[in-house]
């Protein structure tokens, strides 16, 4: 079995285009490279992982990109392209001539329209998405999933996974609108979902008692056969330390047969990002 980290970022600020990088996230706002990284996944005994894009360009897609082949323990890229774009299409198809890129990720969670993924303008991206095999990240909010679900039954063809639970609220222990829309997603969807950036939506004291109604809620809807972990660092460790998020899901999943915990610390975003090959 493989332990997959499926979710993490890495960042140079002298790139200067994460916009939402400011100087306010003071334990964040440095660059975080694969030699800080290295030494968290030995320790926790993760094989690899899949690193999601941080900035709305290309230019950080590409930076990703020869970062992975240069870095034996990146599996995958997620990365970004412009969908609005009149050359989306074209665009698209030439980034997945890489065969580090996985998938691509708009940061639905900052576009003013919450409706932007439903534009028909957009349908020859996610169609060149689907020809291409790429995989789509769905950085969504609980407002998004709605809309996401009309897009999943619009293209049904199309590999979805949901980052972060969509983020509920946490924090204010806002629970029955989130539950029956995500449930919705898990119902009448093939969509994954991740296990992951929920302690940053958590209060500045979380405990694993105030995450567990909400991780189990995903085990419950997605199952553990479309649960996917990721660590979110170094967005993470805005709340807890790696080894923290770490023991916290053990925690969270401990009542799991030992086989269905593999497939959420590895086996399934295998699966999802390379199919029954990257399984096997």
Known sequence: MARIDAHQHFWSLTRDDYGWLTPELAPIYRDFQPQQLQPLLSAQRIDGT????????????????????????????????????????????????????????????????????????????????????????????????????????????????????SKPDINNRKFDGWAKNISLIAAETGAYCKLSGLVTEASPNWTTEDIQPYADHLLNTFGPHRLIWGSDWPVCTLACSYERWITTTDTLLKDLPDAEQRLIMGDNALRFYFGDAGAS
């Open 50 to 165: 899949i690193v999601v894009q941080a900035a709305p360009t290309r230019a950080e897609t590409d930076y990703l990109l020869s970062m992975a082949a240069e870095t034996p323990f990146i599996r995958g890229v997620v990365g970004w392209e412009d969908f609005d774009s009149d050359n989306a299409a074209d665009n698209i198809a030439e980034l997945a001539a890489n065969k580090a890129l996985v998938g691509l990720r708009p940061m639905i969670q900052d576009i003013p329209d919450h409706t932007w993924m439903l534009k028909q303008s957009l349908t020859s991206a996610f169609d060149t998405m689907i020809q291409h095999n790429l995989r789509f990240d769905a950085l969504t909010l609980p407002h998004h999933l709605k809309p996401l679900l009309e897009l999943a039954s619009r293209h049904p063809q199309l590999k979805m996974v949901v980052d972060h639970g």
